[in-house]
């Protein structure tokens, strides 16, 4: 069974630009979350979704975005890059919405903005 | 009253002696706990977890206990070897069914 796949790997951005990254869960599972890991700050949630519907915000700006597909594949977005949205973004696919089962990770994207 | 307290932030262990990596949370209605390990350049994984009707699970070495009325969980790692140098991260499950972390603590044991 493949498990989480995330694309692309690494990304170098200039700052003001738009960055999207990808996520295609492990197959059957229907829950997406995205987390922001950082050094010191751990894996800071962003947000889920559930058969193509936002269930769970964090607490980021505006300029983060994301969505679900059909398929349940994720896409998140972030829109005019600052130097501080440099980080590992990750992505954990479930069987179930409702947070109380395992979450597999992907191997993540390394965002760097210059 | 989502957020997760971990302590200490670093740990360092001889080989062979005892880890304990206690959390610490505010949401009276979290009701799932489970602990990730990060290896150094990998993705998180689920090492064990616990719901609120239990009061402690043990997988070999590794063990969870939860304390509802104070509101803690911990990690205890008996027999620690050099593969248990991680990254260890709590986390919970509150009301709004939200997976939240901890910041994670850094567990280094020393050959």
């Known amino acids: 069974k493949a498990g989480v796949t995330q694309t692309p790997r690494y990304l170098i951005k200039t700052r003001g630009q738009q960055v999207t990254l990808s996520c295609s869960p492990i197959?059957?599972?229907?829950?997406v979350s995205w987390y922001q890991q950082t050094p010191g700050q751990g894996l800071q949630f962003l947000f889920e979704y559930f058969s193509e519907t936002q269930r769970n915000k964090g607490n980021f700006p505006g300029r983060f975005s994301g969505r679900q597909f059909s398929n349940s594949r994720s896409e998140m977005n972030v829109s005019t890059l600052e130097l501080g949205d440099s980080a590992l973004y990750l992505c954990?696919?479930?069987?179930?919405?409702?947070?109380?089962?395992?979450?597999?990770f992907g191997q993540g994207t390394r965002l760097t903005v210059v | 009253g989502e957020n997760v307290e971990q302590h200490p932030s670093t740990l360092s262990v001889q080989e062979g002696d005892s880890a304990v990596i206690k959390c610490t949370y505010s949401?009276?209605?979290?009701?799932?706990f489970p602990w990730y390990k990060q290896e150094l350049g990998k993705r998180p994984q689920l090492i064990i977890d616990?719901?609120?009707?239990?009061g402690e699970k043990k997988d070999q070495r590794i063990a969870v206990t939860l304390n509802k009325t104070a509101k803690h969980f911990s990690l205890h790692i008996t027999e620690t070897q050099p593969e248990d140098s991680a990254v260890y991260f709590c986390?919970?499950?509150?009301?709004?069914?939200?997976?939240?972390f901890g910041k994670g603590i850094t567990l280094s044991v020393r050959p």
């Open positions: 986390a919970h499950t509150g009301a709004n069914s939200k997976l939240t």
């Open positions: 949401d009276s209605a979290s009701n799932y």
């Open positions: 954990a696919s479930s069987l179930d919405t409702g947070g109380d089962t395992e979450a597999f």
């Open positions: 197959s059957g599972h229907r829950s």
């Open positions: 616990i719901r609120s009707n239990v």
